[in-house]
């Protein structure tokens, strides 16, 4: 059973942390059989499964429907529930609350995004009472409109720095772990070796700590766009559709249900029922 303390080991003994993300029953299924490291139901989500066109949409309840699906499914995981849009930032107590219910659903940490002294204090509290936290930091979706759009983060030396000391505070914070979004790969190395805790690219170059991606992402399951870190491990969509086409034929043809997919009725029965 994968815990809080497998990503420190796995960044200690030098070896990668294997994170994806899984929003149901069925992938966490395959996740946890394939023995990921760590699984996010991430507010991506909102896009990926329910088709909005950013994460803003997403309510902490409707989260935690999905948090609950993967619990069930993934039973040696490491399940981090991502805090949807503010469903942390009005007050320590609303954070607090909301943290519980993920942890209550099933999640064993939660994610949070930035680093502003609400979000370290949260981090702090979040710790305190039992609820291990993963930071957020580079491009934080929750901000698009903030920074105006999906940009790379760090692209100079100056702001790696920034986004350095703010990896730091959540680190004294006791974050268990830092997520790097969007970041020029000499940016996310340089993060990553003045961090003891480990830190989790993504779109952030080879020498994070470990590497998360939207799994519908690899697998070619979601095709609306295909971000540039993205490497296609599988391609479901088109092997669903051609599942879907053959069906389809099958059914037009009269060829499906065959026999074998019938259930049968015993000869005498059958006699009656021929009018
Ligand atoms: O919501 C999400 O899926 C994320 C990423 C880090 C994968 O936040």
């Not at 966490?28 to 088709?51: E, P, T």
């Not at 540039?228 to 389809?248: E, M, P, R, W």
Request: aromatic share 8%; proline share 3%; with cysteine.
């Amino acid at each position: 059973m994968k815990n809080v303390l497998t990503f420190q080991k796995l960044k200690d003994n030098n070896e990668k942390i294997a994170m994806l993300t899984a929003y149901d029953y069925s992938t966490a299924q395959v996740l946890d059989s394939a023995g990921i490291d760590g699984i996010l139901v991430g507010d991506s989500l909102a896009m990926v499964a329910l088709g909005y066109e950013n994460t803003y949409n997403i309510t902490i309840d409707e989260m935690l429907i999905f948090v609950k699906a993967v619990a069930r499914g993934a039973k040696n995981s490491f399940i981090i529930g991502d805090m949807p849009f503010m469903s942390y930032n009005l007050s320590i107590e609303q954070g607090l609350e909301n943290a519980s219910k993920m942890i209550k659903s099933g999640a064993h940490a939660i994610k949070l995004e930035g680093c502003n002294d609400h979000i370290i204090e949260l981090t702090k509290r979040c710790v305190e009472s039992g609820i291990p936290v993963l930071g957020h930091l580079g491009f934080t979706p929750q901000m698009m409109n903030t920074i105006g759009g999906h940009k790379v983060q760090g692209k100079t030396a100056d702001n790696t720095e920034k986004i350095l000391i703010c990896a730091k505070k959540l680190e004294e914070a006791g974050a268990f772990a830092v997520v790097l979004e969007l970041m020029p790969e000499v940016s996310a190395e340089y993060i990553t070796r003045n961090l003891n805790i480990p830190t989790i690219g993504i779109g952030g170059g080879k020498y994070c700590s470990g590497q998360i991606v939207v799994t519908d992402d690899i697998l070619g399951k979601f095709t609306d766009f295909t971000p540039k870190f993205i490497k296609k491990f599988a391609n479901i969509h088109d092997t669903a559709l051609q599942g879907v086409n053959s069906y389809i034929k099958e059914v037009k043809e009269g060829l499906f249900p065959s026999q074998k997919e019938t259930f049968d009725l015993e000869e005498s029965e059958k006699t009656k029922l021929i009018k």
